[in-house]
């Protein structure tokens, strides 16, 4: 089986999933037809259903969401025998601070994603999708109806796709800015036109999910790894990346790096080579403070793990999370306190209001982290923060509250003597604080 | 004068309604073509989805207030919301927000006296990897300087009509 063709194979950083080089507009449905475009729903429809689940079981597909679960397990977990119809829903709810990467797809190349939807579909046995767009993406959420549209007229989508028995509608649904709504009970929530507050699980919504009918919640990237292993086969994505963690993954860089934006490249791939070969290194070179592995919820790592594994159970053997694969590196002069206060913010604004320990937890969080930042922090602050944050792991319906926790943790802990130090000075010792005092943009960018 | 949907807004509530078995599941995309049309959601134009919906108010109130991106309050003619959470902080975010209060007088949640122009800190937009970024309405901006602040802002202002 040959490989599907790709825009840029050569570039670096690009490849299977994305398509487009920085700076390069979209992929229009035509050129996506040339690409090979709806190889994978015609071998779909000849495989037929289960197959196409087995196949995707078996390519050892880690959701691309952040938690990683195997998305052909997922799958699995759909009750055989009830009468109700299947939905699947796509997670285009992007909003893990760090996290950039199904923007692209979202934005400027969405025929991948969409075609995985349709193979998902079949799969499962859904005859309608939504997809849940975060909301600020107004443009996007226009463009994607067009696409939708475009599939109608082809024949790509309606009562009969390509001729088949299968038919599928797919609805493009905003969503109105709330973090939580990542989360997947929560989206449902939403979908149904209520506050985004995360469920009790069980029921899961592989059994009860959208409209009370079985649902499956999937990722937009993991969408684009269906449409591939549809396409290429299990056997040559599991090659892509590790055995048990297979395919490619789209990395995210941000920060202080010269060369921020997306890379894709093989799952499992060393962080070093992600932040100094496609990353360019550190602006002017300064040594590495920290290192956010996966979105702003993972706990902080250090150059000392420069060498870690970019998959999900090495990232979590090395004491964080892979998440979305998206790296935040920050340098030596940065406030750690200061950006804490970031985090700190964001998680008591996010949280849904629904558990107390939350609730409370991440506005109590954030005071204390503000007040140590501002000078009026008090002795005895730091072991308070941790202990506030150990009394949300664990204790919320979501994963917010511990979202929320491990990174107060893994800063207090990794950083502590400048947290002290701020306490014992009463006040930031970082002129500036968010290392960034001297105009450092893109390399030969930004004055 | 009571809000009433556009000719184009009653097509897209139409097409809107179309997609859910449950018309509730309508609510939020009903609520962003309310905030286009009518500015903001003030607690008439609530009363008015309920209606058109056939859904309790309370259920519009309940998820209204919810979402930040449902605007309870009047908002400026150019809604500027620049991103303050990590990689944005990283490149600047925090010279940027300065500038901009400093441009416009005017603090987040604030709004110029003339309408022109309202700003917020807000979260995550995504745009991690062209940071520092803003959003003005609908449309992103990356890569921000404190000098293409200034031409963007420039050319809202122009488009304003020379106002502010």
């Known amino acids: ?447 | 004068m009571a809000p009433a949907f556009s000719t184009e807004g009653e097509a897209r509530l139409k097409k809107l309604l179309g997609r859910y078995p449950d018309r509730r599941a309508a609510l939020i995309p009903v609520l962003h073509l309310a905030s286009r049309e009518f500015g903001f959601l003030s607690r008439e134009v609530m009363e008015y989805v309920a209606g058109r919906l056939g859904l309790p108010e309370a259920y519009v109130l309940t998820t209204a207030t919810f979402y930040t991106m449902l605007p309870k309050r009047p908002l400026g003619r150019f809604h500027v919301q620049v991103c303050v959470n990590v990689a944005c902080h990283l490149r600047g975010a925090d010279g940027i927000v300065e500038h901009l209060e400093r441009r416009l007088g005017i603090g987040p949640g604030e709004m110029t006296e003339d309408r022109t122009f309202s700003l917020e800190g807000v979260q995550c937009l995504a745009a991690c990897g062209t940071a520092p970024a803003m959003q003005v309405n609908d449309d992103y901006y990356e890569d921000l300087t404190l000098a293409k602040v200034d031409e963007i802002l420039d050319a809202l202002r122009s488009s304003a009509g020379g106002a502010a």
């Open chain 1, 1 to 447: 089986m040959s490989l599907p063709p790709t825009v840029a194979n050569a570039a670096p950083g690009r490849g299977h999933l994305l398509r487009l080089a920085p700076g390069e507009s979209v992929v229009t449905l035509d050129r996506h037809l040339a690409l090979g475009g709806f190889s994978a729903v015609r071998k779909a429809l000849v495989m037929g259903p289960q197959a196409v689940a087995d196949e995707v079981r078996r390519a050892n597909l880690r959701g691309r969401g952040g938690a990683g679960f195997p998305a052909g397990v997922k799958w699995g977990f759909l009750p055989k025998d009830s009468p109700k119809p299947r939905y699947l829903v796509i997670n285009a709810d992007e909003g893990e601070p760090g996290t950039f990467k199904d923007r692209y797809f979202l934005e400027r190349d969405p025929f991948p994603m969409l075609e995985g939807m349709i193979v998902s579909a079949y799969a499962i046995g859904a005859k309608t999708a939504y997809l849940y767009v975060r909301g600020e993406f107004v443009k996007p959420i226009a463009m994607l109806e067009r696409a939708v549209e475009q599939l109608h007229r082809g024949g790509y989508l309606g009562k009969s796709v390509l001729g088949s028995s299968f038919g599928l509608d797919i609805h493009v649904h905003p969503g109105a800015g709330a973090y939580v709504c990542g989360e997947e009970s929560a989206l449902l929530e939403s979908l149904e036109g209520k506050p985004g507050r995360p469920r009790n699980k069980p029921p899961f919504p592989a059994v009860v999910g959208l409209f009370g009918c079985p649902t499956i919640i999937n990722n937009v990237e993991t969408m684009a790894c269906v449409r591939l292993i549809a396409d290429v086969g299990a056997e040559r994505f599991v090659a892509m990346g590790l055995p048990k963690d297979g395919g490619p993954k789209i990395y995210g860089l941000s920060g202080h790096v010269k060369r921020p934006g997306l890379y894709e490249a093989p799952m499992g791939t060393p962080l070093r080579k992600l932040v100094y070969d496609f990353g360019g290194g550190t602006i002017d070179d300064r040594p590495i403070k920290g290192i956010i592995p996966g979105g702003s919820s993972t706990p902080v790592l250090g150059s000392e793990h420069l060498d870690v594994a970019m998959d999900f159970d090495s990232v979590k053997a090395a004491g964080s999370m892979l998440g979305t694969g998206a790296v935040t590196v920050f340098t030596e002069g940065t406030c750690a306190v200061r950006l804490l206060t970031r985090l700190a913010a964001f998680y008591a604004h996010e949280s849904c209001g629904q558990c107390t320990p939350c609730r409370d937890g991440t506005g109590w969080m954030e005071r204390v982290v503000s007040a140590i930042e501002e000078g009026r922090g008090r002795p005895g602050d730091c072991d308070l923060l941790l202990s506030i944050a150990n009394q949300i792991m664990g204790n919320t319906i979501c994963a917010l509250g511990d979202a929320a926790a491990m990174p107060v943790i893994a800063f207090v802990e990794r950083y502590r003597a400048e947290f002290e130090e701020h306490v014992a000075r009463g006040g930031c010792p970082f002129e500036g604080g968010h290392g960034h005092g001297h105009g450092h943009g893109h390399e030969g960018g930004n004055p």
